[in-house]
Every structure is written in C-alpha cells, then in structure tokens.
C-alpha cells in the first residue's frame, strides 16, 4: 500500500489538505467525492471513497420508532445507525463465510 503525507491547512475555523491531482487521478476520486477517513491508531489515517448504494427498506411504525429511538441513544442519525447495523452484519457474514472456509464441515457456534 503506497503512502502519502499530505500538508494540513488551516483557515479560520478549518482544518484542510488537498489531494494532489495525480492521486486523484490514479484513485479514480474526483471534487466532491464522499471520503471516509479511519483513524489507524499510530498517527496516520486511511483514506476511502464511500461508496453508496440505495436501497429502501420498509419499517412497520412499531420499528420504525425502535430503531429510531436507538439511533437516537447512539447519539446518530437513522441513515447513519442503519448504514452501521449493514456494516456489522455484513463484515459478521464474511467472517462466518471466512471460518467455513478455514474449517469445512466443522459445525456448531464458531
């Protein structure tokens, strides 16, 4: 994975970095592509392209006031608690689909 330092910016009330063009253009990002950024621990952060894709979802009342109200209690928005719930579960998935690969036939609570 290559790496980058990029020069911190400020202007009042901001923090800022721009991308070079030539990493732009090799990622493929254009101006006002939504980023993600991680915090790897150790000073340095990576770096995404958010990637979306609508989907609708139908709530009864009932869950729809449940999940809201968890969302809520995550201090988050509906979209954002349940963009996260789709992460958990789906990274959850590829870890069982990782283990069944790793020991074929094995049954039970892994």
Not at 49 to 56: A, G, R, T
Not at 57 to 75: C, P, R, T, V
Not at 81 to 109: C, H, M, S
């Amino acid at each position: 994975m290559k790496q980058h330092t990029l020069q911190i910016k400020e202007t009042p009330g901001e923090l800022y970095f721009e991308l070079p063009d030539d990493i732009l253009d090799n990622l493929g990002w254009e101006a006002g592509d939504e980023l993600s950024f991680e915090d790897k621990g150790n000073g340095t952060f990576m770096i995404t392209k958010v990637k979306m894709v609508d989907i609708e979802l139908e709530f009864s009342d009932e869950e729809l006031f449940k999940y809201m109200k968890h969302a809520h209690e995550q201090g988050c928005s509906l979209n954002e608690w349940v963009n996260n719930i789709l992460k958990r579960a789906l990274f959850e998935d590829k870890l069982d689909d990782l283990y069944d690969q790793k020991y074929p036939g094995v049954t039970g609570d892994h």
